[in-house]
């Protein structure tokens, strides 16, 4: 148990490292119990792929250097493309794993400490990946540094000495600054993280939540019948760890091979600052902070300054986010009884992808003070209602979703198409070309099925689930027989890619695919083995 | 593993340890193909001795047309300028002549630098009449650029036939390989290398020599690059005022 000094008791009584953890934890479903592995996962292929590139990084001609490794270096545009996806990949894990420690309810004691840390390691997570974004030094790069020093300077009274520090005080400085803070950050990470994950083999995991009555503090309680670490979580571990870097891999490989990618999900360096190329490109930062360039956009942060313009819309809510364990102390982990920290997480999750729609849309256009209020009230009321709604009536027992997973990714599935065909209604109004408008025509139609699919969840119309399926198994000569296909197609594979020459993007990208399909099949093979071994 | 029959245990172990030697394949393929990848990508390119980084540039009219001999004005009175290496490094284009405006071919010269006491060798005249010659822009004194630092051809009451900047006063001699004439600079102007092509007379850039362009680490560095995969600069002309 949790001791009152709880660094006494992590020094004094060290824990099992690593823990062994429940069935459930490894089998269908149980990646959601995974989110920050998979954060590390990710964590781990940019710390090497970026080892790779330090060795080819010139802080003096930063953009040079950069083009010429994803132009000239063999396989060099593959490791910078997916050095950025991976970064990409780690900031929307960070993410899940934030929110679903959130829903949950994971961040009640005894896990303040921890979810405290993991605000920070967010935090941090941007940092690192604002500094990276920026170390390119093409024309995005150089917007991105003027909005940073913005914000930076406009710090009271220390803000110009923080410009410099962060910046250096002449352009020759910059990108050596650059460097070295993309370098600091992420070590900074590597250590918290490692604190992060002590005190959640601490703190044990977080159980089921409906395995006892949910109360904090929910712990759990090692049972003799968990299995050991070895082999069967180091096997699980392993096979994670091919599916998170085969898709990093495989994702921007495949994105590189597809011409003219709109310039926020572009893998490539764009054009050099202060060419005619750089004059048509859109004022971007890259997406994970277009909803920060858009709330500097409004009336209020363009009166008060960029600074006071992140406290007020970026700090605010970092802050809630800090202080969530000791805003909501109530002992239960059930959402109907958190209902206010469940419709804050519901509404940061529209907040942030409608204003960065609304950033990719209008980069830079001023908001006038009525329209974003309307904004932040008309979200804020339209979600904060209709949670209650539900919730209350789920309390009161008048409504009753019968699989709640399921339902949650309906929803989820709701979101993401809204989302998506918000944008392309948005695109295809501002360019109307043909491929936009089909994509959200199918976009709209996917929109409709989940809507449907959440609706008869809500209505009980489809089959309520009844209890898991015990690890399906096939039979034995079906497992000799996909195995088989996975490892001959694997080395068909491996001899198609060793063929390829690096000589071109192309070429590379080609390399990049088939290396994400090694990865992907090497995550198939684990798989099936754990299947047929051990029946997970 | 409960639903395993004790009677299929002989097959099952059999299929065990061939799923688990796929499982090895499938990770031994993985090795291999971030190996293989990997290794490649980190051995650093070996730069050709000719090349070593300079882009090969044409040198072209703003119509985007290249530069013939006779686009060049023997003394030109006029300032003549191109980017080299990098977008933000502006240099002279000169064809020098004679006070009769005959070309005037020069020599590829011992240019001795003061402030190390080094030498190297300019590269000369290019062009039919050998008589093309290109340097740095900037003025190897404290940075000034054109106009205050401009050719006055051999015609000119002041400095005829030098390079001389109007801030401080420093002389180069463009017939000798941009040296110092007088100071208060330390170090002659760059030289840019320039090619004839005598076939099609046009001319390229392809490297330089001499000291570094003032202000930057290195000629390559601290300037906004060409876009990768540019094949040209611009000759641009501005009146000497």
Same mark, same amino acid.
């Given at each position: 148990?949790?001791?009152?000094?709880?660094?006494?008791?992590?020094?004094?009584?060290?824990?099992?490292?690593?823990?062994?953890?429940?069935?459930?934890?490894?089998?269908?479903?149980?990646?959601?119990?995974?989110?920050?592995?998979?954060?590390?996962?990710?964590?781990?292929?940019?710390?090497?792929?970026?080892?790779?590139?330090?060795?080819?990084?010139?802080?003096?001609?930063?953009?040079?250097?950069?083009?010429?490794?994803?132009?000239?270096?063999?396989?060099?545009?593959?490791?910078?493309?997916?050095?950025?996806?991976?970064?990409?990949?780690?900031?929307?894990?960070?993410?899940?794993?934030?929110?679903?420690?959130?829903?949950?309810?994971?961040?009640?004691?005894?896990?303040?400490?921890?979810?405290?840390?993991?605000?920070?390691?967010?935090?941090?997570?941007?940092?690192?990946?604002?500094?990276?974004?920026?170390?390119?030094?093409?024309?995005l790069a150089v917007n991105a540094e003027d909005v940073g020093k913005g914000i930076a300077s406009?710090?009271?009274?220390?803000?110009?000495?923080?410009?410099?520090?962060?910046?250096?005080?002449?352009?020759?400085?910059?990108?050596?600054?650059?460097?070295?803070?993309?370098?600091?950050?992420?070590?900074?990470?590597?250590?918290?993280?490692?604190?992060?994950?002590?005190?959640?083999?601490?703190?044990?995991i977080m159980p089921r939540v409906d395995s006892e009555h949910g109360k904090a503090p929910h712990?759990?309680?090692?049972?003799?019948?968990?299995?050991?670490?070895?082999?069967?979580?180091?096997?699980?571990?392993?096979?994670?760890?091919?599916?998170?870097?085969?898709?990093?891999?495989?994702?921007?490989?495949?994105?590189?091979?597809?011409?003219?990618?709109?310039?926020?999900?572009?893998?490539?360096?764009?054009?050099?600052?202060?060419?005619?190329?750089?004059?048509?490109?859109?004022?971007?930062?890259?997406?994970?902070?277009?909803?920060?360039?858009?709330?500097?956009?409004?009336?209020?942060?363009?009166?008060?300054?960029?600074?006071?313009?992140?406290?007020?819309?970026?700090?605010?809510?970092?802050?809630?986010?800090?202080?969530?364990?000791?805003?909501?102390?109530?002992?239960?982990?059930?959402?109907?009884?958190?209902?206010?920290?469940?419709?804050?997480?519901?509404?940061?999750?529209?907040?942030?992808?409608?204003?960065?729609?609304?950033?990719?849309?209008?980069?830079?256009?001023?908001?006038?003070?009525?329209?974003?209020?309307?904004?932040?009230?008309?979200?804020?009321?339209?979600?904060?209602?209709?949670?209650?709604?539900?919730?209350?009536?789920?309390?009161?027992?008048?409504?009753?979703?019968?699989?709640?997973?399921?339902?949650?990714?309906?929803?989820?599935?709701?979101?993401?198409?809204?989302?998506?065909?918000?944008?392309?209604?948005?695109?295809?109004?501002?360019?109307?070309?043909?491929?936009?408008?089909?994509?959200?025509?199918?976009?709209?139609?996917?929109?409709?099925?989940?809507?449907?699919?959440?609706?008869?969840?809500?209505?009980?119309?489809?089959?309520?689930?009844?209890?898991?399926?015990?690890?399906?198994?096939?039979?034995?000569?079906?497992?000799?027989?996909?195995?088989?296909?996975?490892?001959?197609?694997?080395?068909?594979?491996?001899?198609?890619?060793?063929?390829?020459?690096?000589?071109?993007?192309?070429?590379?990208?080609?390399?990049?695919?088939?290396?994400?399909?090694?990865?992907?099949?090497?995550?198939?093979?684990?798989?099936?083995?754990?299947?047929?071994?051990?029946?997970? | 593993?409960?639903?395993?029959?004790?009677?299929?245990?002989?097959?099952?172990?059999?299929?065990?340890?061939?799923?688990?030697?796929?499982?090895?394949?499938?990770?031994?393929?993985?090795?291999?193909?971030?190996?293989?990848?990997?290794?490649?990508?980190?051995?650093?390119?070996?730069?050709?001795?000719?090349?070593?980084?300079?882009?090969?540039?044409?040198?072209?009219?703003?119509? $985007?047309?290249? +530069?013939? &001999?006779?686009?060049?004005?023997?003394?030109? =009175?006029? *300032? @003549? #300028?191109?980017?080299?290496?990098?977008?933000?490094?502006?240099?002279?284009?000169?064809?020098?002549?004679?006070?009769?405006?005959?070309?005037?071919?020069?020599?590829?010269?011992?240019?001795?630098?003061?402030?190390?006491?080094?030498?190297?060798?300019?590269?000369?005249?290019?062009?039919?009449?050998?008589?093309?010659?290109?340097?740095?822009?900037?003025?190897?004194?404290?940075?000034?650029?054109?106009?205050?630092?401009?050719?006055?051809?051999?015609?000119?009451?002041?400095?005829?036939?030098?390079?001389?900047?109007?801030?401080?006063?420093?002389?180069?001699?463009?017939?000798? $390989?941009?040296? +110092?004439? &007088?100071?208060?600079?330390?170090?002659?102007? =760059?030289? *840019? @290398? #320039?090619?004839?092509?005598?076939?099609?007379?046009?001319?390229?850039?392809?490297?330089?020599?001499?000291?570094?362009?003032?202000?930057?680490?290195?000629?390559?560095?601290?300037?906004?690059?060409?876009?990768?995969?540019?094949?040209?600069?611009?000759?641009?002309?501005?009146?000497?005022?």
């Amino acid at each position: 148990m949790p001791g009152k000094n709880m660094i006494e008791e992590i020094m004094n009584r060290p824990q099992p490292l690593p823990r062994v953890v429940p069935d459930y934890m490894r089998k269908r479903g149980g990646l959601w119990y995974w989110t920050g592995a998979m954060v590390m996962i990710a964590f781990l292929y940019e710390a090497l792929t970026g080892i790779i590139l330090l060795l080819f990084y010139s802080p003096a001609s930063a953009y040079k250097s950069t083009t010429d490794f994803v132009a000239d270096i063999p396989f060099g545009s593959v490791i910078l493309t997916t050095h950025l996806y991976g970064a990409y990949a780690m900031i929307v894990l960070l993410y899940v794993h934030m929110l679903r420690s959130l829903f949950v309810g994971a961040y009640k004691r005894p896990r303040e400490m921890q979810w405290l840390l993991g605000v920070l390691l967010l935090l941090l997570t941007i940092g690192v990946a604002y500094f990276g974004y920026s170390m390119v030094g093409d024309a995005l790069a150089v917007n991105a540094e003027d909005v940073g020093k913005g914000i930076a300077s406009g710090f009271p009274v220390i803000g110009w000495w923080l410009a410099l520090v962060f910046f250096g005080s002449s352009p020759e400085q910059l990108y050596t600054r650059f460097l070295g803070w993309h370098i600091i950050l992420a070590g900074a990470i590597l250590i918290l993280f490692a604190v992060h994950f002590f005190l959640a083999e601490y703190n044990t995991i977080m159980p089921r939540v409906d395995s006892e009555h949910g109360k904090a503090p929910h712990i759990d309680r090692e049972d003799p019948s968990y299995k050991p670490w070895y082999p069967y979580n180091l096997l699980y571990m392993l096979q994670l760890t091919f599916l998170v870097i085969g898709l990093i891999i495989i994702i921007p490989s495949i994105v590189a091979l597809i011409p003219n990618v709109p310039v926020l999900f572009s893998p490539f360096p764009q054009a050099a600052p202060g060419t005619a190329a750089a004059a048509s490109l859109p004022p971007y930062p890259p997406w994970f902070l277009l909803f920060i360039y858009k709330e500097l956009d409004f009336s209020l942060a363009a009166a008060w300054g960029p600074f006071w313009g992140s406290v007020v819309f970026l700090g605010a809510p970092l802050l809630y986010l800090a202080a969530l364990p000791w805003l909501d102390r109530g002992d239960s982990l059930k959402m109907v009884h958190r209902k206010n920290t469940v419709a804050f997480g519901i509404m940061g999750i529209f907040y942030l992808a409608w204003l960065s729609l609304w950033g990719a849309v209008e980069p830079g256009i001023p908001i006038p003070t009525w329209e974003w209020l309307a904004f932040f009230f008309a979200v804020g009321l339209g979600v904060y209602l209709p949670t209650h709604f539900v919730l209350t009536r789920i309390e009161r027992g008048t409504l009753k979703i019968g699989s709640p997973g399921r339902f949650a990714l309906s929803l989820g599935m709701l979101a993401l198409t809204s989302f998506g065909s918000g944008f392309l209604i948005m695109a295809s109004l501002a360019t109307g070309s043909a491929t936009s408008t089909i994509s959200m025509i199918l976009l709209l139609m996917s929109m409709a099925i989940s809507l449907t699919v959440a609706v008869a969840y809500l209505r009980g119309v489809l089959p309520l689930q009844i209890g898991q399926p015990e690890g399906r198994r096939l039979r034995g000569k079906t497992y000799t027989f996909i195995g088989s296909v996975y490892t001959f197609a694997g080395i068909a594979i491996l001899g198609v890619m060793l063929a390829i020459t690096p000589n071109s993007i192309y070429n590379n990208s080609l390399y990049g695919v088939g290396l994400g399909l090694l990865f992907l099949i090497a995550f198939g093979l684990l798989r099936l083995y754990r299947s047929f071994a051990y029946g997970e | 593993m409960s639903s395993r029959d004790s009677s299929e245990e002989p097959e099952d172990e059999g299929r065990r340890t061939f799923l688990k030697f796929l499982g090895a394949l499938g990770v031994a393929a993985v090795s291999v193909g971030v190996l293989r990848g990997a290794v490649q990508n980190i051995i650093p390119r070996v730069q050709g001795s000719s090349s070593s980084g300079y882009p090969t540039l044409q040198l072209v009219l703003s119509s $985007g047309s290249p +530069v013939k &001999t006779s686009d060049l004005v023997v003394n030109n =009175p006029k *300032i @003549v #300028l191109f980017n080299y290496p990098l977008l933000s490094d502006p240099n002279f284009l000169l064809r020098l002549g004679d006070s009769s405006n005959r070309d005037v071919a020069i020599d590829p010269a011992t240019v001795k630098i003061p402030e190390t006491g080094k030498t190297f060798t300019s590269p000369g005249g290019v062009g039919p009449y050998r008589s093309v010659v290109a340097s740095s822009a900037i003025c190897e004194h404290l940075g000034c650029k054109p106009p205050q630092l401009r050719f006055h051809p051999p015609s000119d009451s002041s400095f005829p036939g030098k390079l001389h900047c109007d801030c401080h006063g420093s002389t180069y001699d463009p017939y000798r $390989g941009f040296a +110092v004439v &007088t100071g208060p600079t330390h170090k002659p102007q =760059p030289n *840019i @290398v #320039l090619k004839y092509d005598s076939s099609a007379d046009t001319y390229s850039v392809v490297s330089m020599v001499g000291p570094t362009i003032f202000g930057q680490p290195s000629n390559l560095s601290g300037g906004t690059p060409f876009p990768s995969g540019a094949k040209s600069t611009t000759v641009t002309i501005q009146e000497a005022a």
